[in-house]
């Protein structure tokens, strides 16, 4: 990402906080067939003390990212959203993007099949808990099993990142404060996000 000291995130507990709240992660390789994209959830792993995510790949993907083999980029796409320009003073004609992204990197190590099985039963227990009559793969445990083996666990942890979270840092308060009440109807976590940075 383009260097922008205004806006950079260099605390960890930050980026955790990113990743918890926007687990789509796109996953990138560069393999020696080329650059390889896939699209995946991912968890901060709670019990490691460095940052470190945990996620899957469905066969054969684990193949076509040479999974660790190499170093692998985790994009983490948080809030964001178009800034309009008329939001600005009178004279303020440029608009912008507002948005939060970290870039993770490192080299995932393959998990093994029990591994592999308990990082599935995590992931699914984690989003399932926000669904009324949410459902467990302990329910039939014989079966989920079976299916955990069309997909490889991975754990990654992250040997460096960059992230940004660009909120209007570098506006005036009554501007940020229009941005706010513009971005509250449209998109409520950015203007949250804005809000909290300022």
Request: proline letters at 6%; zero cysteines.
């Given at each position: 990402?383009?260097?922008?000291?205004?806006?950079?995130?260099?605390?960890?507990?930050?980026?955790?906080?990113?990743?918890?709240?926007?687990?789509?992660?796109?996953?990138?390789?560069?393999?020696?067939?080329?650059?390889?994209?896939?699209?995946?959830?991912?968890?901060?792993?709670?019990?490691a003390e460095e940052l470190t995510i945990v996620s899957h790949f469905g066969r054969p993907d684990d193949?076509?990212?040479?999974?660790?083999?190499h170093e692998m980029l985790v994009i983490i796409q948080g809030a964001h959203d178009y800034i309009s320009?008329?939001?600005?003073?009178?004279?303020?004609?440029?608009?912008?993007?507002?948005?939060?992204?970290?870039?993770?990197?490192?080299?995932?190590?393959?998990?093994?099949?029990?591994?592999?099985?308990?990082?599935?039963?995590?992931?699914?227990?984690?989003?399932?808990?926000?669904?009324?009559?949410?459902?467990?793969?302990?329910?039939?445990?014989?079966?989920?099993?079976?299916?955990?083996?069309?997909?490889?666990?991975?754990?990654?942890?992250?040997?460096?990142?960059?992230?940004?979270?660009?909120?209007?840092?570098?506006?005036?308060?009554?501007?940020?404060?229009?941005?706010?009440?513009?971005?509250?109807?449209?998109?409520?976590?950015?203007?949250?996000?804005i809000r909290r940075a300022h």
């Open positions: 990402m383009r260097y922008t000291p205004p806006y950079m995130m260099t605390d960890p507990e930050e980026v955790k906080r990113l990743i918890r709240a926007y687990p789509w992660a796109t996953f990138v390789s560069h393999t020696k067939k080329g650059l390889v994209a896939s699209h995946y959830p991912v968890l901060v792993d709670e019990s193949r076509n990212h040479e999974l660790g083999q320009a008329s939001w600005y003073e009178p004279g303020d004609l440029v608009p912008t993007w507002d948005h939060m992204t970290a870039h993770l990197y490192g080299v995932p190590e393959v998990l093994s099949d029990e591994e592999n099985y308990q990082m599935l039963a995590a992931l699914t227990d984690h989003f399932e808990r926000h669904y009324e009559g949410g459902r467990s793969l302990s329910e039939n445990e014989a079966q989920s099993r079976h299916e955990a083996t069309g997909a490889i666990g991975l754990r990654m942890r992250v040997t460096r990142f960059d992230a940004r979270a660009k909120l209007s840092q570098t506006k005036s308060a009554d501007v940020v404060n229009r941005i706010i009440t513009e971005l509250d109807s449209r998109n409520p976590t950015l203007a949250a996000e």
